[in-house]
């Protein structure tokens, strides 16, 4: 049964299909960055980093940006990439700790490669 708010005083708007955004395509260059990955922070980018400071060995799932946001192309571009399990990809998205001890290691590496200028310069 449909009730019909054309002839109230106040009569209720109909609804509108709400239409899906297609999701933004990542650029060449964007792609090409994330293809050619590396770390200096590991050689090894087949094992979880964070189990392996725990002393396990863990097959890692996907490769995790240090600085996200704004700073995750530099982090890119500069190294700061981890490998990361599953269960320890999402302890670094959730938990803000273990999320700044990685950001932790990552600048004291970062600094004793390149220098604190260039850290303070880059990562503003």
Known sequence: MSIDYSNFAFPKPEKVA???KKMKNKS????KLERNRYSI?????EHCFACE???K??????LHEIFSGRNRRK???YGLV????R????????DIEFYKKLQEIAKEEFIYRYGKEKFLEEFK
């Not at 060995?57 to 996907?62: G, P, R, S």
């Not at 981890?82 to 399990?85: A, E, K, M, R, T």
């Open 18 to 20: 709400k239409t899906k």
């Open 28 to 31: 060449k260059k964007q792609a």
């Open 41 to 45: 922070l590991t050689d090894d980018l």
């Open 53 to 55: 400071l725990e002393r």
């Open 57 to 62: 060995k863990t097959k890692k799932a996907d």
């Open 75 to 77: 982090s890119i571009e």
């Open 82 to 85: 981890v490998p990361l399990c």
């Open 87 to 94: 269960k320890c990809h999402d302890k670094a998205t959730n």
